[in-house]
């Protein structure tokens, strides 16, 4: 089998990898928060520490990929990831929890991106990243149900990040023997920096580049909190099975995924602009948390989770794509560097708050709180597009 074969696959199983990772982390809280004592407040510092070291990572990882090459990067990132996932198995103190899950933020980072890199240098990149993300999607799909079993066996929740070991082992296998020491070459890009010099700088001083930040800052907040918390939810609020419990989360992942791979298109079939699309989709989140709210069946939070799914999938991804548009052209690779960095911080700072409120309010809070931050998405989307201000140095 050529090498190129070999990379691409690699590349779909360590999304796939990370995908398993995020997607089961929040069937595992309940269970952990029991184990060590502490309740949904503290619990939720471990988003905190993960997305600081993926911030970290995201602000300087295509100094470091230049610097090391991709298949010592890649590497570094997978035995972060191994020995973080080994490390938490044997169930150390909590303090240890937090420092570890802010090194696997490190190793998540650089396999995320350096293999975003490595396809995005592939002559046929664009259906290839679609594949790539997606299997990220599938990840997270069946993440909640293996967590869910493995929850019901002997093992306990510790077993499951044995399982992430043991996935990692063939990955880091595979990367080291199959990827090529030298970075990714993208020669357009390549001619793009030696002609603008600091894009960096030029990125942050446009008011459109800080609000396209804090609407996937918020984007992400509303994607994670309730991929995270949905479970808790459904089994502590709602009282429901674990199973069907975990088959809910399981659903929006789902639905994510395929509204990523299907949303765009019909859009285009009925000639539906980006721009309205979003519009749609962020309205029809907003909606269904209302009616999951008011509405206490299974059958309208089966539906209605695998819906949001559905309709938050294409939001980030087309988000970027329309950066171009909205940016000069010398900064785009600056503006969506910063958009990624800055949006990590979702990834903490809202779970975080939810469990937070989740602890003394009531785990009910999720879907009013997830409901503002999608009423201030769509806020922050109307500016974008009908506030001349904060276009005017674009």
Request: aromatic share 14%.
């Amino acid at each position: 089998m050529k090498r190129s074969y070999l990379q691409m696959i690699l590349s779909f199983f360590g999304f796939a990898l990370i995908g398993l990772y995020s997607g089961a982390f929040g069937v595992l809280l309940p269970d952990m928060s029991s184990y060590y004592g502490v309740d949904k407040s503290v619990i939720g510092l471990i988003f905190v520490t993960s997305s600081i070291g993926y911030f970290i990572s995201a602000l300087f990882s295509s100094i470091v990929l230049e610097r090391l090459g991709m298949r010592l990067f890649l590497v570094i990132g997978a035995i972060t990831f191994l020995l973080g996932a080994l490390t938490l198995g044997i169930k150390p103190a909590f303090s240890i929890v937090l420092v570890t899950r802010l090194f696997m933020g490190l190793g998540v980072a650089m396999i995320e991106m350096g293999l975003n890199a490595h396809v995005v240098a592939q002559s046929r990149h664009s259906s290839q990243l679609n594949t790539l993300h997606a299997f990220y999607g599938a990840g997270a799909l069946f993440g909640p149900l293996v967590a869910a079993f493995l929850l019901t066996t002997i093992w306990g929740w510790s077993s499951v990040f044995f399982l992430w070991t043991l996935l990692s082992i063939p990955f880091l296998l595979g990367v080291a023997l199959t990827f090529r020491a030298e970075p990714p070459r993208v020669a357009s890009v390549e001619v793009e920096n030696k002609k603008t010099g600091n894009t960096w700088i030029a990125a942050l001083k446009l008011p459109i580049v800080w609000l396209l930040c804090l609407f996937l800052l918020l984007y992400v907040g509303v994607e994670v909190s309730v991929g995270n918390w949905t479970y808790s939810f459904l089994v502590e609020g709602r009282h429901q099975p674990i199973t069907l419990s975990s088959w809910i989360v399981s659903g929006y992942w789902l639905g994510m995924t395929l509204g990523r791979f299907t949303l765009s298109q019909l859009a285009q079939r009925l000639r539906i602009s980006d721009v309205c699309l979003l519009y749609i989709c962020i309205i029809v989140v907003a909606l269904c948390a209302i009616s999951i709210w008011w509405l206490p069946f299974d059958s309208v939070a089966a539906i209605g989770f695998c819906i949001i799914g559905y309709c938050l999938g294409p939001i980030y991804p087309t988000t970027v794509a329309l950066t171009p548009n909205l940016v000069p052209g010398r900064i785009v690779t600056s503006a969506i560097g910063f958009l990624v960095s800055i949006s990590i911080f979702g990834t903490s700072v809202f779970p975080g708050i939810a469990g937070i409120l989740a602890q003394y309010l009531g785990i009910w809070s999720l879907l009013p709180y997830n409901l503002a931050l999608t009423l201030l998405m769509l806020l922050c989307w109307w500016i974008l597009f009908r506030v001349p201000i904060i276009r005017t140095n674009a």
